[in-house]
């Protein structure tokens, strides 16, 4: 029980030495690319990065309790926060590569990514719910709030004696939609810009037609893609460190520190996607 019972007593606070090392970091990375490519590659690595923020920043509303979730000692889905942060974008930046190769609109794609993540999401959720209630015989309770801030209701008189709570309660359920959805339109909007980005540079550089690259561009793409997603989930999950329940979990304000982390590697790995089809400017 220690374990479910443990709270890190620092951790939240912002350190500001670090935030700013992050943010020179990150002005360094841009300045690079821009000195290779001020246009084509700069645009996407801004978006990119802007994928990468939105996953560190969905995986903190996403409920996740860990082994004793399994036992029913703590509220959320009992597994780790990078795996079902991965198992609810990775869904979504599928639907979004569905869209993209069907031909739709950029922000049809985006849209259609985050749909795809929500709708994981609420099914994992609603089914983890199903196996709390019937299977476990215990209701969904939250150990951080008195109320549901969502709908208000009371929590002390559902939660057992020595836990932190139980099952999935409302305000979880809709937290782990909400990631689900800007994890899964975060991983689709890096998937489609290097994707644009491949498609008009591999022809030249590997003297094929277009459509003999949009294979070799898709795979490219996908892989990058989820390689970065796995990235921010695994930074953002040693900034939970552990368990959470949602937006309402104190933890969830430890955020700003996962923006920048997810910034400055998004940065990093979204260069070394783009370099290796973009040529220097001294070659």
């Known amino acids: 029980m220690s374990a479910v019972a443990a709270k890190p007593a620092t951790g939240s606070a912002m350190n ?29 690595l801004i978006g990119v990065i802007i994928g990468g923020v939105l996953i560190g920043f969905g995986v903190h509303f996403v409920p996740v309790g860990g082994a004793p979730a399994a036992m029913g000692q703590a509220p959320g889905i009992a ?12 869904a979504g930046l599928f639907g979004g590569a569905w869209a993209a190769a069907a031909g739709q609109d950029p922000i049809v794609v985006v849209i259609t990514g985050g749909v795809g993540g929500g709708l994981m999401m609420a099914i994992t959720c609603m089914m983890v719910n199903f196996v709390y209630v019937f299977g476990m015989g215990i209701p969904a309770a939250s150990g951080k ?40 339109a975060g991983g689709t909007l890096i998937y489609l810009e290097l994707l644009n980005l491949y498609e008009g540079a591999l022809p030249t550089l590997m003297t094929l037609k277009p459509e003999q690259v949009m294979p070799i561009a898709v795979s490219m793409a996908g892989m990058f893609a989820v390689g970065m997603f796995l990235v921010n989930a695994v930074l953002t999950a040693y900034n939970i460190t552990g368990t959470i329940e949602g937006p309402h979990d104190p933890k969830f304000k430890r955020w700003p520190r996962a923006i920048v982390a997810s910034a400055v590697a998004s940065a990093l790995c979204g260069l070394v996607a783009i370099l290796i089809v973009l040529p220097l400017p001294f070659t």
């Open 79 to 90: 597994t780790g926060v990078a795996m079902l942060a991965a198992g609810g974008g990775l």
């Open 16 to 44: 500001p030495t670090a935030m700013g090392v992050g943010v020179v970091l990150l002005l360094i990375l841009l300045g690079i690319c821009w000195f290779v490519s001020p246009t084509v590659g700069l645009m996407a």
């Open 145 to 184: 709030v008195a109320r549901d801030p969502i709908t208000g209701d009371t929590q002390a008189e559902y939660k057992s004696q020595g836990t932190e709570g139980h099952g999935l309660p409302f305000v979880s359920f809709v937290g782990g939609v909400t990631g689900g959805i800007f994890a899964g």
